[in-house]
């Protein structure tokens, strides 16, 4: 894909690697239809971020960076996601899900199943 866009802008393969490679929204591997975020901050951290993202490996069967074998989600750890009063702290999408706990994974889970 990436010598497919350096020849459709006639600019050098290594320019278009340099900028998918630098920006961490750019991805070379196919990414799942849903993208989870779990805040690993400070705060989300010590409130129990930590049990959610090994919970959440577990679950789906994948490790950090990787796109669940059904291509649903896509799983990546966040420093913050700006709601540090109510962590531990998570996204799907674009969807913040507060003062998560392993017990309440599967019900949040859930609303993505049937997509
Ligand atoms: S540290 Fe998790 S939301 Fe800020």
Sequence with gaps: MQAFIAD??????????????FYSFFSTEPRGRHTIRVCLGTACYVRGGKKIVES??????V???GTT?????????????????LAPAMMIDDVV???????????????????
């Design 56 to 61: 959440l490996k577990d679950r789906l069967d």
């Design 8 to 21: 459709s802008l006639h600019i050098p393969l290594s320019e278009v690697s340099g900028v998918v490679t």
């Design 63 to 65: 490790d950090i960076g």
């Design 69 to 85: 074998k059904d291509g649903r989600f896509t799983f990546e750890v966040a420093r913050c996601i700006g709601a540090c009063g």
């Design 97 to 115: 899900y507060k003062q998560v706990n392993v017990n309440k994974l599967n019900a949040i889970l859930a609303k993505y199943e049937n997509e």
